[in-house]
């Protein structure tokens, strides 16, 4: 992406420069820039660090340094990885996410090696979990169904309940069309609230909740952590799929 020559771009503020890039749609180039300026700020800590080892007794504070940018480090990561489970990941999600193209599983959702880096702070981890949610939902609401169909696999009884259920909807149905219950709202009310009754029990004793809670904690650590890992790619150059 190449900027235009403005007299007037050196005292524009950092947050508002940031916010124009974020209103413009180069949400792309806030994440680059992000990571830019932690590696910048890392390479500088280093720096420092070297020149006061050297105007001292070399080994004890080099060593002293060392451990203490290492506990830094690890501290700062392990803050920021718990971060992701405190992320609401739907809060920019909306209905329009879920109506285009699904994107491509190879190129734009799998990516490369290097389509991936650990988030530096826990606001990128947020920049890229809110964007990569709305970017990916298609694929994302694929793996559920995937994971669901798995979880059933594996308990054939929770399987046989889910499908009992169905079939008890469409005899009722069936019933309700051929005996005209239209006809007869009070009757037919009973009957829906029987058959509701009915089907909550098949679904609690072939424990389908407990299903349904595998594969919606699975998919969600699936997402968060690919959204919040996947780096932010330019929206118009992605390819997309079928």
């Known amino acids: 992406m190449v900027f235009s020559s403005n007299p007037l771009s050196l005292s524009v503020p950092e947050a508002a420069f940031e916010s ?15 990571s830019d300026l932690h590696r910048l ?21 080099s060593s002293t340094a060392t451990a203490t940018g290492v506990f830094v480090s690890l501290f700062s990561s392990i803050v920021t990885f718990l971060s992701l489970f405190t992320i609401n990941p739907f809060s920019k999600l909306s209905s329009d996410d879920f109506s285009g ?52 696999y594996q308990m054939p009884m929770t399987l046989f309940g889910l499908v009992s259920c169905l079939a008890l909807w469409d005899v009722f149905k069936f019933c309700s069309e051929k005996w005209r219950l239209d006809r ?51 929206a118009k150059q992605q ?3 079928r």
């Open 41 to 61: 700020s890392t390479t500088a800590a280093t720096a420092d660090t070297s020149s006061s080892s050297s105007a001292g007794n070399p080994d004890s504070i």
């Open 20 to 34: 124009w890039l974020r209103d413009s749609g180069y949400i792309e180039v806030l994440d680059q820039r992000t």
């Open 101 to 152: 193209k699904t994107p491509s599983w190879t190129t734009a959702f799998l990516g490369s090696f290097n389509s991936y880096s650990f988030p530096s702070s826990s606001s990128q981890a947020r920049l890229r979990a809110h964007e990569n949610v709305k970017r990916y939902a298609r694929n994302y609401a694929s793996l559920f169904i995937l994971f669901f169909a798995c979880t059933l």
């Open 239 to 241: 390819p997309r799929g």
């Open 184 to 234: 007869y709202p009070l009757t037919r009310l009973c009957l829906v609230r029987v058959s509701q009754c009915v089907g909550a029990i098949i679904l609690m004793g072939s424990n389908v909740q407990m299903a349904l809670f595998c594969a919606l904690s699975i998919s969600y650590a699936a997402m968060i952590l690919h959204a919040a890992f996947r780096k932010l790619t330019p």
